[in-house]
């Protein structure tokens, strides 16, 4: 399957998230969560998801070839897909490395076009790269050129049955040290109970990106 012609991303967090990412301005690399933490341990950022190892190692282990110098885990990772591997095993709840407990109700999907936030990557300096399979792996592949979209798995990424391609489902878009909000286009929601608190946390945004209760993007 060839790439779509207008390839979105998606990055997910838990809808108490969203306060904090508005009042930022955007959503924030790993390092740069760190950093706040650091030196404004008050600073309140909500629910965190992911694996702790596992951001440990994007931290200080996996690089970008494409990019030298540059860690995993300085950058703001989305996917290619709603439905990802990562909310498959927040809905199970039962990985030993997952601290969260509190299944995929309150996650919610933003997203964003690729292209527009190549363009604006450019533009402001940030370096940016795209990886065929899992970036917290122990190896994985990585580009930072839109000519080579067409080596991710486009069948991987959009399976629905992904247990023998778990890895390139995984493909990951990298943006470095943050993501502006402006360029989240779309919220997708589980249910009606998160599409309220959504419409909450942005009465407080400049930018309101549309929030649709989209199930399908679920398991």
């Known amino acids: ?21 508005i009042a930022d301005g955007g959503l924030l690399s790993d390092a740069e969560i760190v950093k706040r933490a650091a030196t404004n341990p008050a600073h309140g950022m909500g629910t965190t998801i992911g694996m702790g190892s596992i951001k440990e190692a994007r931290l200080t282990q996996r690089t970008l070839r494409s990019n030298p ?31 969260y407990r509190g299944g995929q109700g309150p996650i919610v999907h933003l997203e964003a076009d690729l292209l527009a936030t190549v363009d604006w990557g450019n533009a402001n300096g940030r370096r940016w ?45 990298l943006m470095e040290q943050s993501f502006p909000w402006e360029l989240v286009t779309r919220i997708g929601v589980r249910s009606q ?13 400049e930018h309101k990106p549309h929030v649709e209760i989209k199930p399908d993007w679920y398991y």
């Open 1 to 21: 399957m060839p790439p779509p012609a207008a390839p979105k991303i998606y990055h997910i967090v838990h809808v108490d998230r969203l306060p904090s990412i």
């Open 69 to 99: 110098g540059l860690f995993v885990g300085h950058c703001v990772p989305f996917y290619f897909c709603f439905r990802s591997v990562m909310l498959y095993v927040i809905y199970k709840a039962n990985h030993p490395g997952l601290e």
């Open 129 to 173: 790269a795209f990886t065929l399979s899992n970036a917290g792996s122990a190896y994985f592949s990585d580009r930072a050129d839109l000519a080579e979209l067409d080596q991710i798995d486009w069948d991987a990424v959009n399976a629905r049955n992904w247990q023998s391609c778990r890895e390139a489902k995984a493909a990951e878009f």
């Open 193 to 205: 109970q998160y599409h309220g608190q959504v419409r909450t946390a942005l009465q407080a945004a």
